[in-house]
């Protein structure tokens, strides 16, 4: 059966019996409809979240297809719970770009799901759209006051940054002009479209502690300069009470379940190749607040999603994960080892070997953090035992421990071998992380540090609109903030051809965005766009719905 037939074969329990198990009453979340809910933030308890053992679900550096962290957090969720520990799995919520384009949805695979599946893939509760709302009412409020005669700040239209944004994958949005059509339709000026999930807003709801701090951080959105040079922000235009009050159930995370019942919270949905890649604070500490484990992800391989999961994110929030559960899949280790895309199920242990250098860098850069990394190798069909045996020696020589995790064909029974060393090693864990660097550091610092000892670049060039955004970024007093890299997931460098573990190259930042609100800087490498576009054949040609209102085709 397909994730989606698996999925809706599966009877689902009303959204008040899986708070309970969580340890919520009925009375006091917020249902939507029989099988989802809002929970209030009054329920989070930072005291008690403080004794939960918070697991981080990363990944080597993927294949285009993605290496299944999503599928294996809500397995080992399951696992966990199979044991007799009380666990949640809290996840970002699917964009509609990808669920329509390439990727499709975000919801786990086979036997190791959040549900409902088309629910959750499909608007889900909202957050997307008021996100949207809000960022675009920024948006127009800009355009407004460029336009009036009578509240005018001079906004000089040359430097907004400021774009409108749209929950699709739409090329031809990227570069628009608006304000056509006479005076009274406004003043043209260039700008464009970015998909809602690299908004700033979606990475300051992400990151805010509650609806006092949203309000603050989006006050903090630096908008541009008036003509005589003074920076404008958010809160000079007044919009700051109005976004808020759009993003005002938006802020509270969503409740559903996993395939076995067991709580599943999923909230918030930044990408983590422009943006911190990872749920709420809020969502995460909600977990934690009920719950012995908190099992987590981050997008993308950890050189992306989890730095940033540690560098801003758990810098941000004072949060402490205990373990590193590393994704690693047969195929992936096999295209970093030169294999081509059309032949990752054939057995070519040679390919294989080649490929173990990426996953050694990536152990590697775990411990970096003082963590404990366990590589779960995510099983599937074609794998051979002989290709298994190769990552287990591998680990053993690393003395690293390793689990084979069939999360995808057995659900939580698939990952109780994972579930036994993640409790083991929560178990024996004492200390506390250690950020790879100081955000008191300098600009320049931070971006090498991340570069040298993440990626293992030899050294990071810098064009000359890079070096006037440091001059800017020195200028209005944001250089002590975190840096937030935006580059290729596909290498550990920034340009996607460089498979498995490359060395002697150089990162080269183009130019860096200033992301205030959120409260990070973004130095952006490679080629990396905002308004992703569709293939040929989108994944949006095989959904269909029937008169019965039973949807086919997600995936």
């Known amino acids: ?110 036997y190791s799901q959040v549900l409902p599946m088309e629910d959750i893939n499909l608007h889900f509760t909202g957050d997307f759209s008021a996100i949207e709302k809000a960022h675009n009412l920024l948006s127009a409020i800009i355009d407004n006051n460029i336009q009036s005669k009578t509240s005018s700040i001079g906004l000089d239209p040359r430097t907004i940054s400021w774009k409108r944004v749209v929950d699709m994958n739409d090329r031809s949005l990227r570069s628009i002009i ?3 059509g006479g005076t009274a339709s406004g003043i043209p000026r260039e700008t464009g479209f970015d998909i809602t999930a690299a908004s700033e807003i979606m990475a300051i709801l992400c990151l805010s502690e509650n609806l006092a701090d949203l309000k603050k951080r989006l006050g903090n959105i630096f908008v541009g300069y008036t003509f005589d040079k003074t920076p404008i922000y958010a809160r000079d235009l007044k919009a700051q009470g109005a976004m808020t009050a759009l993003l005002k159930h938006a802020i509270k995370p969503n409740l559903v379940q996993t395939m076995e019942g067991n709580p599943a919270i999923i909230h918030g949905g930044p ?35 989890a730095e940033k999961f540690f560098d ?16 690693t899949t047969i195929r992936a280790l096999k295209y970093h080892g030169g294999a081509p895309l059309d032949q990752l199920t054939q057995p070519d242990t040679t390919a294989l070997q080649k490929g173990l250098p990426n996953l050694e860098k990536h152990i590697e850069n ?73 955000w008191n550091s300098s600009v320049k610092e931070k971006i090498e540090t991340i570069a040298t000892k993440i990626y293992g670049a030899e050294y990071v060039d810098y064009s000359h609109q890079a070096k006037r955004d440091l001059n800017k970024i020195r200028a209005l007093g944001l250089d002590k903030l975190p840096v937030c890299i935006a580059k ?13 573990r490359p060395k002697d190259f150089i990162i080269t930042v183009r130019e860096i965005e200033i992301a205030a609100g959120a409260g990070f800087l973004i130095p952006i490498t490679g080629n990396i766009m905002r308004m ?21 085709g997600l995936f």
């Not at 719970?81 to 949805?105: A, D, M, Q, W, Y």
């Not at 911190?276 to 999603?305: C, H, K, P, W």
């Open 1 to 110: 059966m397909t994730d989606l037939e698996i999925a809706q074969n599966v009877i689902l329990q009303p959204i008040k019996n899986v708070a309970q198990k969580l340890g919520l009453p009925e009375n006091a979340i917020e249902p939507y409809g029989r099988n989802k809910a809002k929970i209030p933030l009054s329920l989070m308890d930072k005291k008690r979240a403080a004794g939960s053992n918070l697991i981080l679900v990363s990944a080597i550096s993927p294949t285009p297809a993605g290496e299944g962290k999503t599928t294996m957090s809500i397995g080992l969720t399951e696992g966990l719970n199979r044991l007799g520990k009380k666990t949640t799995v809290v996840l970002r919520e699917p964009s509609l770009g990808p669920v329509f384009g390439i990727k499709g949805g975000a919801t786990g695979g086979g």
């Open 178 to 180: 608006v304000g056509l």
């Open 271 to 305: 990408f983590a190749n422009i943006a911190q890649g990872t749920n709420s604070v809020i969502a995460t500490r909600m977990g934690m607040t009920f719950s012995e484990f908190t099992v987590t992800e981050a997008g993308f391989g950890f050189d992306l999603g």
């Open 532 to 552: 992703p576009g569709l293939p040929a054949h989108p994944a949006s040609e095989r959904i269909d719905i029937d008169e019965k209102g039973n949807i086919s």
């Open 488 to 500: 290729t997931q596909k290498s550990l460098s920034d340009n996607p051809k460089l498979l498995g």
């Open 366 to 438: 775990i411990k970096r953090f003082n963590v404990t990394p366990i590589i779960a190798i995510n099983q599937f069909t074609s794998d051979t035992t002989e290709e298994i045996e190769v990552i287990r020696s591998l680990a053993e020589k690393l003395e690293v421990p390793v689990a084979l995790a069939d999360v995808w064909g057995k659900g939580g029974a698939g990952a109780i071998e994972l579930a036994e060393k993640v409790v083991a090693i929560c178990e024996e864990t004492k200390g506390h992380y250690a950020p790879l660097y100081d």
């Open 312 to 327: 801003i994110k758990c810098q941000s929030a004072g949060l402490s994960p205990k373990v590193v559960v590393l994704t």
